[in-house]
């Protein structure tokens, strides 16, 4: 077991120094869901003045129920940027060094997704702190509470672009994969609009936004700002991670073996 945590020591600590060096990621990641909170959200302050949903007990503004939504955001793009730095990786050889490693295959790979996992944890305080000064009304217990959701939601997200990685053979068809799949599966969701509103304008689009999983992940996070636990989204996103972590792990076993 030390040797284990050694293993993950080591590797999370490799990653962090690279997003140490490489310190446009961190103002990069927080451009675009703050254009999201600053600009898009600013337009449309009070369009869910409208109804009282949970966790919240009174009526709320655009800006405060898009922000989990955009936290989410954050782990979304640095699960596909994580994912795009492991076929960086294979092609560049260091990857296929680390999977010659005599450690488990899944460890070595798990070891990467929580890496990644941290580095996205470090990138959504960043913009909570910024949320929370532009004038978003959060609880700032709220930044103690969403930490054990941020994790989970963090290996979902992570495990997603591991399989895409795992996919993907190079670089250059990364830019495809962000468009077909990134976009959709973050609109799809209930990170910009609730399930109501979408049920309203159209019921198809309502059950596709139901069974996202991205859906469950923002919601997660939604209600652990306020120190609630939702147990059905939060158990969809433990399964979907663990599922996705199977299936990313049998899809990196082939390239071990060669």
């Given at each position: ?154 290996v979902l997200l992570g495990a997603a ?98």
């Open positions: 077991m030390p040797v284990a945590l050694t293993v993950l020591g080591a590797i999370v600590w490799r990653e962090l120094l690279r997003f140490w060096q490489q310190r446009s990621r961190f103002f990069g990641a927080l451009v675009r869901p703050l254009i999201w909170l600053i600009v898009f959200a600013s337009g449309f302050r009070a369009a869910l003045g409208l109804s009282i949903i949970p966790p919240y007990e009174t009526y709320i503004t655009y800006d405060v129920y898009i922000t989990p939504g955009l936290v989410g955001m954050i782990q979304l793009f640095n699960g596909m940027q994580h994912s795009l730095s492991l076929v960086y990786d294979r092609e560049m050889g260091s990857m296929r060094v680390l999977l010659t490693s005599p450690h488990r295959l899944s460890w070595l790979l798990t070891c990467r997704l929580l890496a990644g996992v941290v580095v996205s944890v470090v990138q959504v305080y960043g913009f909570l702190l910024i949320a929370q000064l532009w004038g978003v009304d959060l609880p700032w217990m709220g930044f103690v509470w969403v930490f054990p959701a941020l994790l989970i939601t963090g672009g591991m399989l895409i990685s795992s996919w993907v053979n190079q670089i250059e068809n990364f830019a495809g994969v962000m468009n077909f799949v990134v976009f959709p599966v973050f609109f799809l969701s209930t990170a910009l609009y609730p399930l109501w509103k979408m049920q309203e304008s159209s019921v198809w689009l309502y059950w596709v936004c139901a069974v996202n999983p991205f859906s469950s992940a923002v919601e997660t996070l939604r209600f652990a700002l306020y120190g609630q636990l939702a147990l059905e989204p939060a158990l969809v996103t433990l399964a979907c991670a663990a599922v996705l972590l199977a299936l990313a792990i049998r899809g990196y076993r082939p390239r071990q073996r060669a």
